[in-house]
């Protein structure tokens, strides 16, 4: 396609399109979407404020480095925290928990509500981040970031002439600005793309004084006569009095009616980002604020060690391994934190405690503590101790297990399996019992067998440690200490692979190595019989008969280790091996270029953007792959050019074309056809500026599937009360039974924690999980609930990781909300003719719960769905959601037609079931409230309403258990948005068709 022809076709489909857009753009990618280039999205905003505030207090410490013209020392894990941050920023406009609920983002007038929850998640970042829970807090801190510079976007704020943020919204003592009230009219009408001055004057500069307004989206909350709307071509509530907007979300007047103050806004809202992170780094102090985002910290050092009595080598090697490393760190002087140690040890029953510091010498009195005692039977609760080791570890962890047992709880393996994706940490196994040997008589005497024991009873370790990218080693208690070296060599600062690769007997590999990469260590795990390392220029050296010039060998047994000497020669390098029986090999070396990635598909429901995929992703489907370059000096013409995605044996399976050959600060995109069906890894190619060959490799394994996990709400933790996390599993596939698992690190469950169905072809079906936290539960506490899914006929599984955090119970003030799922119906001229119906979903905002509702006015009838008492596990609330998301075109591009039918099936069939499984209540005007406390259980309800209409208005009134009273107003003119949603049916094709064409062109394809 012609750059000609491809400017004029998306000319002319931006002239056709709708809106998607509801508040700043979420992330880079948006800007492409929307051909809006210039404008701040909320991923630019948070990542600047991030950058500067860390590098300012860099610069006013001693003890770390202090160039501060440079981002490149500040680490890979800095930027892996980043990335949560903003992922969670980003996620408040993608889930269906957060995306259309107004007081996410100050939308509809709710701004003393969003300012109660800006303050919430306030107190709850600076309370995680007090009790060390540092991933928790950068998830709440992603949200109130969301919150935050929505409100500049979003209020007239900008509008009324000011130059600074508005500072009572995180700090109550400061001057507030009153809320104009419901029945204050705000703007003027707009019939244009461009809305100048339809702000109301006396609303913008008084008298008596200036008044706040937001903008009101879509069909509800109900748009009372002359409210702003949001505006942008998608928002159906700008059609009705006033007319037009006032959003200044992006510089392009069709998504943003106030687009020409789109750059004030963005701004105050990085200036008001900028103040929580100084105000943030003042309350915790610089080094928590460091810590908090992992800057310069060196790699992780966490320890899962077998305490029965015939560990007691092992237990040596890892102690003499620690004061190794605790001394090489200290004779470098290396600028930054000390890092995080952590020791999980194991004898059965027993795991644990957790022992967790960020002390070198306090470590170390952990490791001299440790005694080898008893001789328990093996097997032993080895996953146990590795499931904790994983969720109390940052992201990128070396984990290094030191057995001689087998597992005892391999049930638990789909749960670490999930936990080593989620983390995209490495599991090490140093085994000092080789399954292929005999028993030796010391260690029968030490460690007890009940039972024969199969020799594949290893297995589990060598396939979470391939899952991970890490090694199982197979070694003697004689070599252990030799044998320990990986870790050293795993955990040195600077560290990245450059290749990994599983092999059966003879088989021959190339690497790269290039100019920026030092100190190349090759570890090889299994038993060789030869072994020839070749460096570019085709010299060539038998590591295990001869000593010379390429590579020192280090050989203990189970594993070889090779140090390339210097000077290392620039290129490609190869290894070529005859083993008996099957071996891994690693290289890994020093640099500081590495990269970091995600996967990602289309997201238009109400915003544009890439959206993360939680999970595997789907094989066999389109999908974007994101990659984001770290270590590298702006400097550096590097440039990056496309993704290998590699089979287990080395071997290619796919290239993905990177939508920039130069690194410009941005994240680099490729779309993939077809995900592959097979596990895979990935490596990075590109070149340096003087064209010499980059590579990098991430060695964890992708495990694509046809089944997937979605998490509709994860609420708040209350000690002494329970909660409820409902979740969607999602079959590509064709009809099959499912098993799903829950577990958590606290013992919170309190239902039964394997769930048996089955789904049919393309189908869902949805669950609930429960947990209940005792009331000694401390606030600040967070719970790791890990929920996998397993077919029973099939490999296919997935995985999705919830984070909780228990709060501090403080009076609820916090009145419920009601969200309006789907209006139906339209009103004829002659409204004795017809019937006009909105469906809710009426919530408890604060902890209470819902306690009862009153139907205050109107002339139709309310009705109540609720479970039946038959023990059933599904909740009527989800048939609102199938409302609220039907019509909606798939995330997953691929499959837009096939979910589209699986919508339908779905509809349908549970349209046929739930006269069976829900009750009705109605109520009309003049009855007294209807108590549903019983019904709601700490769970949204929900609430129809259907009127003639004859009858254009209602009111409800919905209390909590606390008091706290919400009025929802519901209005027959709801059915003029529902007839604007209808009208834009046939243009959100056109949008996807638009985004769609825009990626294409843009990622050249």
Same mark, same amino acid.
């Given at each position: 396609?012609?750059?000609?022809?491809?400017?004029?076709? /998306?000319?002319?489909?931006?002239?056709?399109?709708?809106?998607?857009?509801?508040?700043? /753009?979420?992330?880079?990618?948006?800007?492409?979407?929307?051909?809006?280039?210039?404008?701040?999205?909320?991923?630019?905003?948070?990542?600047?404020?991030?950058?500067?505030?860390?590098?300012?207090?860099?610069?006013?410490?001693? &003890?770390?480095?202090?160039?501060?013209?440079?981002?490149?020392?500040?680490?890979?894990?800095?930027?892996?925290?980043?990335?949560?941050?903003?992922?969670?920023?980003?996620?408040?406009?993608?889930?269906?928990?957060?995306?259309?609920?107004?007081?996410?983002?100050?939308?509809?007038?709710?701004?003393?509500?969003?300012?109660?929850?800006?303050?919430?998640?306030?107190?709850?970042?600076?309370?995680?981040?007090?009790?060390?829970?540092?991933?928790?807090?950068?998830?709440?801190?992603?949200? !109130?970031?969301?919150?935050?510079?929505?409100?500049?976007?979003?209020?007239?704020?900008?509008?009324?002439?000011?130059?600074?943020?508005?500072?009572?919204?995180?700090?109550?003592?400061?001057?507030?600005?009153?809320?104009?009230?419901?029945?204050?009219?705000?703007?003027?009408?707009?019939?244009?793309?461009?809305?100048?001055?339809?702000?109301?004057?006396?609303?913008?500069?008084?008298?008596?004084?200036?008044?706040?307004?937001?903008?009101?989206?879509?069909?509800?909350?109900?748009?009372?006569?002359?409210?702003?709307?949001?505006?942008?071509?998608?928002?159906?509530?700008?059609?009705?009095?006033?007319?037009?907007?006032?959003?200044?979300?992006?510089?392009?007047?069709?998504?943003?009616?106030?687009?020409?103050?789109?750059?004030?806004?963005?701004?105050?809202?990085?200036?008001?980002?900028?103040?929580?992170?100084?105000?943030?780094?003042?309350?915790?102090?610089?080094?928590?604020?460091?810590?908090?985002?992992?800057?310069?910290?060196?790699?992780?050092?966490?320890?899962?060690?077998?305490?029965?009595?015939?560990?007691?080598?092992?237990?040596?090697?890892?102690?003499?391994?620690?004061?190794?490393?605790?001394?090489?760190?200290?004779?470098?002087?290396?600028?930054?934190?000390?890092?995080?140690?952590?020791?999980?040890?194991?004898?059965?029953?027993?795991? &644990?405690?957790? @022992?967790?510091?960020?002390?070198?010498?306090?470590?170390?009195?952990?490791?001299?503590?440790?005694?080898?005692?008893?001789?328990?039977?093996?097997?032993?609760?080895?996953?146990?101790?590795?499931? @904790?080791?994983?969720?109390?570890?940052?992201?990128?962890?070396?984990?290094?297990?030191?057995?001689?047992?087998?597992?005892?709880?391999?049930?638990?393996?789909?749960?670490?399996?999930?936990?080593? !994706?989620?983390?995209?940490?490495? $599991?090490?196994?140093?085994?000092?019992?080789?399954?292929?040997?005999?028993?030796?008589?010391?260690?029968?005497?030490?460690?007890?067998?009940?039972?024969?024991?199969?020799?594949?009873?290893?297995?589990?370790?060598?396939?979470?440690?391939?899952?991970?990218?890490?090694?199982?080693?197979?070694?003697?208690?004689?070599?252990?200490?030799?044998?320990?070296?990986?870790?050293?060599?795993?955990?040195?600062?600077?560290?990245?692979?450059?290749?990994?690769?599983?092999?059966?007997?003879?088989?021959?590999?190339?690497?790269?190595?290039?100019?920026?990469?030092?100190?190349?260590?090759?570890?090889?795990? &299994?038993?060789?019989?030869?072994?020839?390392?070749?460096?570019?220029?085709?010299?060539?050296?038998?590591?295990?008969?001869?000593?010379?010039?390429?590579?020192?060998?280090?050989?203990?047994?189970?594993?070889?280790?090779?140090?390339?000497?210097?000077?290392?020669?620039?290129?490609?390098?190869?290894?070529?091996?005859?083993?008996?029986?099957?071996?891994?090999?690693?290289?890994?070396?020093?640099?500081?270029?590495?990269?970091?990635?995600?996967?990602?598909?289309?997201?238009?429901?109400?915003?544009?953007?890439?959206?993360?995929?939680?999970?595997?992703?789907?094989?066999?489907?389109?999908?974007?792959?994101?990659?984001?370059?770290?270590?590298?000096?702006?400097?550096?013409?590097?440039?990056?050019?496309?993704?290998?995605?590699?089979?287990?044996?080395?071997?290619?399976?796919?290239?993905?074309?990177?939508?920039?050959?130069?690194?410009?600060?941005?994240?680099?995109?490729?779309?993939?056809?077809?995900?592959?069906?097979?596990?895979?890894?990935?490596?990075?190619?590109?070149?340096?500026?003087?064209?010499?060959?980059?590579?990098?490799?991430?060695?964890?394994?992708?495990?694509?599937?046809?089944?997937?996990?979605?998490? @509709?709400?994860?609420?708040?933790?209350?000690?002494?009360?329970?909660?409820?996390?409902?979740?969607? *599993?999602?079959?590509?596939?064709?009809?099959?039974?499912?098993?799903?698992?829950?577990?958590?690190?606290?013992?919170?469950?309190?239902?039964?924690?394997?769930?048996?169905?089955?789904?049919?072809?393309?189908?869902?079906?949805?669950?609930?999980?429960?947990?209940?936290?005792?009331?000694?539960?401390?606030?600040?506490?967070?719970?790791?609930?890990?929920?996998?899914?397993?077919?029973?006929?099939?490999?296919?599984?997935?995985?999705?990781?919830?984070?909780?955090?228990?709060?501090?119970?403080?009076?609820?003030?916090?009145?419920?909300?009601?969200?309006?799922?789907?209006?139906?119906?339209?009103?004829?001229?002659?409204?004795?003719?017809?019937?006009?119906?909105?469906?809710?979903?009426?919530?408890?905002?604060?902890?209470?719960?819902?306690?009862?509702?009153?139907?205050?006015?109107?002339?139709?009838?309310?009705?109540?769905?609720?479970?039946?008492?038959?023990?059933?596990?599904?909740?009527?609330?989800?048939?609102?959601?199938?409302?609220?998301?039907?019509?909606?075109?798939?995330?997953?591009?691929?499959?837009?037609?096939?979910?589209?039918?699986?919508?339908?099936?779905?509809?349908?069939?549970?349209?046929?079931?739930?006269?069976?499984?829900?009750?009705?209540?109605?109520?009309?005007?003049?009855?007294?409230? /209807?108590?549903?406390?019983?019904?709601?259980?700490?769970?949204?309800?929900? $609430?129809?309403?259907?009127?003639?209409?004859?009858?254009?208005?209602?009111?409800?009134?919905?209390?909590?258990?606390?008091?706290?009273?919400?009025?929802?107003? /519901?209005?027959?003119?709801?059915?003029?948005?529902?007839?604007?949603?209808?009208?834009?049916?046939?243009?959100?094709?056109?949008?996807?068709?638009?985004?769609?064409?825009?990626?294409?062109?843009?990622?050249? *394809?």
């Amino acid at each position: 396609m012609g750059k000609g022809c491809a400017e004029v076709i /998306l000319f002319i489909l931006l002239i056709h399109c709708t809106s998607i857009c509801w508040a700043f /753009l979420p992330n880079f990618w948006s800007r492409v979407l929307t051909l809006s280039w210039d404008s701040y999205t909320h991923q630019y905003m948070t990542e600047q404020a991030l950058v500067n505030v860390t590098m300012e207090t860099l610069s006013s410490m001693d &003890g770390f480095q202090k160039d501060t013209s440079s981002q490149a020392g500040l680490g890979r894990a800095f930027w892996q925290t980043v990335g949560e941050v903003v992922s969670a920023n980003a996620a408040m406009d993608f889930l269906s928990s957060t995306r259309s609920d107004p007081v996410y983002h100050f939308d509809s007038e709710r701004v003393e509500e969003a300012t109660q929850m800006l303050r919430d998640f306030w107190k709850q970042t600076i309370l995680l981040i007090q009790k060390k829970e540092y991933e928790a807090a950068r998830h709440s801190l992603g949200q !109130l970031f969301h919150s935050l510079q929505d409100f500049y976007s979003h209020s007239n704020w900008v509008e009324m002439g000011q130059y600074s943020e508005y500072l009572h919204l995180l700090h109550p003592k400061e001057p507030a600005v009153p809320v104009a009230p419901e029945d204050t009219p705000t703007c003027a009408g707009c019939h244009r793309f461009s809305c100048y001055n339809n702000l109301l004057e006396e609303l913008v500069r008084g008298p008596p004084q200036p008044l706040l307004t937001t903008g009101y989206f879509s069909d509800y909350p109900a748009k009372p006569k002359g409210k702003c709307s949001h505006g942008g071509v998608l928002d159906s509530s700008r059609h009705q009095g006033a007319e037009g907007g006032i959003n200044k979300d992006s510089t392009s007047p069709l998504f943003s009616p106030h687009h020409y103050l789109h750059k004030k806004a963005a701004q105050l809202a990085t200036t008001a980002t900028f103040r929580v992170l100084r105000d943030l780094r003042d309350e915790v102090g610089p080094k928590s604020f460091l810590r908090l985002f992992s800057v310069q910290q060196p790699p992780a050092l966490v320890f899962v060690i077998d305490t029965t009595g015939s560990m007691f080598e092992e237990i040596t090697a890892a102690r003499m391994r620690v004061l190794s490393i605790v001394q090489a760190r200290a004779s470098n002087q290396a600028p930054g934190l000390p890092g995080t140690f952590l020791l999980v040890p194991f004898h059965d029953p027993n795991v &644990g405690p957790v @022992l967790e510091t960020d002390d070198p010498d306090e470590f170390q009195s952990f490791m001299e503590n440790l005694m080898a005692l008893g001789g328990g039977d093996e097997p032993e609760m080895c996953l146990t101790a590795i499931q @904790l080791a994983l969720i109390h570890s940052p992201p990128l962890s070396e984990i290094f297990v030191f057995t001689d047992a087998s597992p005892k709880d391999r049930y638990l393996y789909n749960t670490v399996k999930a936990l080593i !994706l989620e983390k995209k940490s490495k $599991v090490t196994f140093l085994l000092t019992e080789d399954p292929s040997h005999g028993v030796r008589e010391r260690d029968v005497r030490k460690r007890k067998r009940r039972e024969t024991l199969s020799p594949d009873r290893f297995s589990v370790y060598s396939s979470l440690s391939s899952l991970s990218g890490g090694m199982t080693i197979f070694t003697t208690k004689r070599d252990i200490h030799k044998a320990s070296a990986i870790v050293e060599d795993s955990t040195a600062s600077s560290k990245v692979t450059l290749f990994h690769a599983e092999s059966e007997a003879d088989s021959s590999h190339s690497f790269t190595v290039d100019r920026g990469v030092s100190t190349v260590t090759l570890h090889v795990a &299994g038993k060789l019989i030869q072994c020839v390392l070749s460096n570019p220029t085709g010299a060539h050296q038998s590591l295990l008969s001869t000593a010379g010039p390429l590579g020192k060998l280090d050989q203990s047994e189970g594993l070889y280790r090779v140090t390339l000497l210097p000077p290392i020669q620039p290129g490609q390098w190869q290894l070529s091996v005859t083993a008996h029986g099957p071996f891994t090999f690693n290289v890994l070396g020093e640099s500081a270029l590495d990269f970091l990635y995600y996967f990602a598909v289309e997201a238009n429901e109400t915003h544009p953007g890439l959206r993360r995929v939680e999970g595997s992703p789907v094989a066999g489907v389109p999908t974007f792959l994101v990659v984001a370059i770290t270590g590298l000096p702006s400097s550096d013409e590097a440039t990056f050019s496309h993704v290998t995605l590699l089979g287990t044996n080395g071997e290619s399976l796919q290239k993905v074309l990177l939508n920039s050959s130069s690194w410009s600060g941005e994240e680099l995109v490729g779309r993939m056809d077809s995900v592959p069906r097979i596990p895979f890894s990935m490596r990075l190619s590109g070149q340096d500026g003087k064209g010499n060959k980059l590579e990098r490799v991430s060695a964890e394994t992708v495990q694509p599937t046809h089944v997937q996990i979605l998490v @509709l709400s994860a609420p708040h933790l209350l000690s002494g009360h329970p909660s409820v996390v409902l979740i969607e *599993v999602f079959n590509h596939g064709p009809a099959r039974l499912f098993t799903l698992t829950a577990e958590d690190d606290r013992g919170y469950l309190s239902d039964v924690k394997h769930h048996r169905f089955s789904i049919g072809e393309r189908g869902s079906v949805r669950r609930e999980v429960e947990l209940r936290m005792p009331h000694s539960t401390q606030a600040g506490q967070t719970v790791t609930l890990t929920l996998t899914v397993q077919a029973q006929d099939s490999p296919d599984s997935n995985y999705a990781v919830v984070h909780l955090t228990v709060l501090p119970e403080e009076p609820d003030v916090s009145p419920p909300s009601c969200s309006a799922m789907r209006v139906e119906s339209t009103c004829p001229p002659q409204c004795s003719q017809g019937n006009w119906t909105v469906s809710l979903a009426v919530k408890d905002r604060g902890h209470s719960g819902l306690a009862s509702v009153q139907l205050a006015e109107g002339q139709g009838i309310l009705t109540l769905l609720h479970e039946e008492t038959t023990g059933r596990t599904e909740n009527p609330v989800t048939q609102l959601h199938d409302n609220a998301t039907e019509g909606h075109v798939s995330p997953l591009m691929q499959l837009q037609e096939e979910t589209t039918e699986h919508q339908h099936n779905r509809h349908r069939t549970r349209l046929g079931h739930r006269a069976h499984r829900l009750e009705k209540a109605r109520l009309v005007h003049g009855e007294p409230p /209807l108590n549903i406390s019983e019904w709601a259980r700490r769970k949204p309800i929900m $609430v129809q309403y259907t009127s003639g209409c004859c009858a254009p208005q209602a009111e409800l009134l919905v209390w909590d258990r606390a008091g706290n009273m919400r009025r929802c107003h /519901l209005i027959a003119s709801q059915q003029r948005a529902l007839r604007e949603k209808e009208k834009n049916t046939a243009p959100n094709r056109t949008v996807h068709t638009f985004l769609t064409l825009i990626m294409l062109i843009f990622l050249g *394809v």
